[in-house]
């Protein structure tokens, strides 16, 4: 089986851009992994701090080796949205394949300092085991946490220039990129979805050779597709996934109050899940049908 690295340059070379979703329950990671065995794409699941302290680090690693060995098919763990070294640490230790350090909040001189941290640690594990483990690095705030909003969170007009990407990858050394480019976190409750800055991605990826990943991947299909094009090779989604997951859930209670048994009120709200991931990666792998 390929790596992650081998199938993010496939992407790149296809103009397709492989689909990341987080989950935090069991039901959740079968619908993500059935949805790419049925489409036969590869897929990554992710786990943020709060969804690890959920799950637990090592079985979330369990779990995904399973489904990898047992499903035979390309599905990598992905430590998402981590805010320290040691966090970042500990899911290195625990087996994941690529974790991202976030220090967007944190000044350029600040960012690079720990991002740079996480991949030399990184490479040491890496030449002391031989496992492929990738660093993802974000420069630009795209704002926290996934969550329906009322409006646009504040400081996301700044978009990452060209030349602030480039800057930081030498510095860093890290394997992937996520810039701002008119992205956020969660999803607006009501109005227009959010339109990314595309011309910023193409300028982006016309002077840097590391994948780009978009995150906040609640927005128009037209602006996917383009972001593909221009050079987005991992795309992430969540909010959408924990929408469909507890609407299917609160119908199925409301329609089945006497119902206390959890392995069928969540089938409905995997299966809500299944349908949204099964949308995306048709999307991102520019499959018809």
């Known amino acids: 089986m390929k790596t992650l690295k081998e199938y993010l340059a496939e992407a790149r070379a296809e103009k397709k851009a492989i689909g990341h979703f987080n989950f935090s329950n069991i039901e959740g990671l079968y619908a993500i992994a059935r949805a790419a065995k049925t489409l036969g794409v590869p897929v990554i699941v992710g786990t943020a701090e709060g969804e690890e302290e959920a799950i637990g680090t090592k079985a979330a690693v369990a779990l995904v080796k399973i489904i990898r060995e047992d499903w035979q098919m390309p599905i990598f763990l992905n430590a998402d949205h981590h805010y320290s070294f040691a966090t970042v640490k500990a899911c290195i230790d625990a087996g994941?394949?690529?974790?991202?350090?976030?220090?967007?909040?944190?000044?350029?001189?600040?960012?690079?300092?720990?991002?740079?941290?996480?991949?030399?640690?990184?490479?040491?594990?890496?030449?002391?085991?031989?496992?492929?483990?990738?660093?993802?690095?974000?420069?630009?705030?795209?704002g926290e946490g996934s969550k329906l909003r009322d409006e646009i969170p504040d400081g996301l007009s700044a978009v990452t220039s060209p030349e602030e990407a480039k800057l930081f990858l030498e510095q860093t050394g890290a394997d992937m990129l996520a810039p701002a480019v008119g992205n956020f976190h969660g999803m607006l409750k009501v109005g227009a979805k959010p339109r990314l800055n595309i011309d910023t991605i193409k300028n982006i990826a016309a002077i840097i050779q590391e994948p780009l990943v978009l995150h906040g991947g609640s927005g128009e299909e037209a602006d996917f597709a383009a972001a593909i094009d221009a050079g987005i090779n991992i795309i992430h989604v969540n909010t959408e996934l924990r929408r469909a997951f507890t609407t299917a859930l609160k119908d199925y209670l409301n329609a089945n109050p006497d119902d206390i048994a959890p392995y069928k009120y969540t089938a409905p709200a995997s299966l809500a899940m299944e349908a949204v991931v099964t949308e995306k990666l048709k999307i991102f792998n520019k499959i018809q049908g």
């Open 96 to 142: 994941y394949d690529s974790v991202i350090y976030d220090g967007a909040k944190l000044t350029f001189e600040e960012n690079v300092a720990i991002s740079k941290q996480c991949v030399e640690y990184a490479r040491q594990v890496s030449a002391a085991t031989g496992r492929e483990i990738l660093v993802e690095v974000e420069i630009g705030y795209i």
